[in-house]
């Protein structure tokens, strides 16, 4: 009962956090995309009014122009209807915390710790879990703060934390969850941003606005900085939030490194956006973006298995799915946690073993499978299950 409420937590916050991220990514690229789009107003009585830029729109059969006030509007009252954008991004954080929680925390024998990696007591791999994402923040926030104005040698900082946390994470958890953290932390960043900083910042300049006071036009810097950087962290951690689902990512030895590359590649993609928001078209970014994904494709390609030697029985492949895979794999799993079998595949059966084949075998010599070697698969067995699939994955002996 335990593991099926789990599941259900799992599906309930997942769906949440899905919600709320499409609502929070929507918004952030929505307004960097109107920032980099203002034109200077038209008419003069609006720049004497405080509009900085403007930008016409049609959409849904409205037309709609969107003006920007620096430190709001001059000779005029500033609007008591304002709209804040935070919630999406307090929602998408706190329900990513909470399929942390459920997934890696609770499930951290399964799913945090690989003993092949590094021996870890439940309790002390959690804490590291969340220690992590509390240090990458404290840094992060450190080098935006004594770096300010210094955005070039700020990013390059930045991209190395990234890249030490990225492998340092590694040396850890299981590589599925290092990857997770890393997207996690970054995650952290971003929400961090909008409430230690983007927040309190606008609503000071909101308080000193309505009391008439000179506006303080320093937090609205600041406010833009972290919310440029979110926008650049965005794709990295869209791709971490998929990756569970592609092990011959993390699972391969370079596995760090690979997330490196993708990551990088988002970056790049995503500046190119953002620039041509600007009215300049800068192709050779996406271009460099491509490049490092197709180079990824073809670095990791696996090699031929050698399929010349004795033939490998399927006899032999059946006993290493029963000790090795069935005890998830299995109408009712008995291994603890789980309550179904992972994606709805079973292999108890000759019949269900051909039907997933082509997939079992690609996750069994990935050496993603089992879950953190759970039961023990040896590199031997891996061998010899691809072998047998080279071979052709007979069903009969």
């Known amino acids: 009962m335990e593991a099926y409420l789990l599941d259900w937590a799992n599906l309930l916050i997942r769906w949440l956090h899905l919600i709320a991220g499409i609502a929070w990514i929507g918004a952030s690229f929505y307004f960097v995309m109107l920032d980099t789009s203002l034109k200077p107003p038209k008419k003069p009585e609006d720049a004497k009014r405080g509009v900085s830029g403007e930008l016409w729109a049609v959409h849904g059969g409205g037309f709609y122009c969107s003006q920007k006030f620096l430190t709001g509007p001059k000779g005029e009252p500033l609007s008591q209807d304002l709209h804040w954008s935070k919630w999406e991004a307090y929602t998408t954080w706190l329900s990513g915390i909470g399929m942390m929680a459920v997934i890696y925390w609770f499930g951290a024998t399964t799913y945090l710790i690989d003993n092949s990696v590094m021996a870890l007591s439940p309790a002390v791999a959690v804490a590291i879990s969340i220690g992590s994402l509390v240090l990458g923040w404290l840094i992060y926030d ?63 300049m909101v308080a000193q ?37 592609y092990p011959m990512t993390y699972a391969h030895p370079n596995n760090w490194l690979i997330l490196g590359a993708l990551m990088a590649a988002g970056v790049l993609i995503r500046q190119f956006f953002v620039l041509r928001h600007r009215g300049q078209v ?55 946690g789980f309550a179904q079998p992972p994606k709805g595949v079973i292999l108890e059966t000759a019949e269900q073993i051909g039907q997933h084949a082509a997939k079992s075998v690609e996750t069994i010599a990935s050496g993603y499978m089992p879950l953190g070697n759970l039961t023990g698969i040896t590199d031997e067995e891996r061998q010899r299950v691809a072998i047998w699939f080279a071979q052709g994955g007979r069903l009969l002996d």
């Open 142 to 204: 450190l080098l935006c703060r004594r770096l300010m104005g210094r955005d070039v040698l700020l990013a390059a900082l930045l991209f190395l934390l990234v890249m030490l946390a990225n492998w340092a994470l590694h040396q850890v958890f299981s590589a599925r969850a290092a990857y997770i953290h890393v997207g996690a932390m970054l995650g952290t960043m971003m929400a961090a941003n909008v409430f230690i900083h983007i927040i309190p910042g606008q609503k000071r």
């Open 209 to 245: 606005i309505r009391a008439d006071q000179a506006v303080n036009a320093r937090p609205g810097q600041i406010g833009k900085q972290r919310s440029v950087h979110n926008t650049y962290f965005t794709l990295p951690v869209l791709f971490t939030m998929i990756s569970n689902h």
């Open 282 to 336: 800068k192709w050779w970014l996406p271009a460099t973006g491509v490049g490092l994904i197709l180079a990824l494709i073809v670095l990791m390609a696996p090699k031929p298995i050698d399929a010349s030697g004795e033939q490998v029985g399927f006899a032999e492949v059946q006993r290493i799915f029963a000790q090795r895979c069935v005890g998830c794999h299995a109408a009712q799993p008995t291994w603890d």
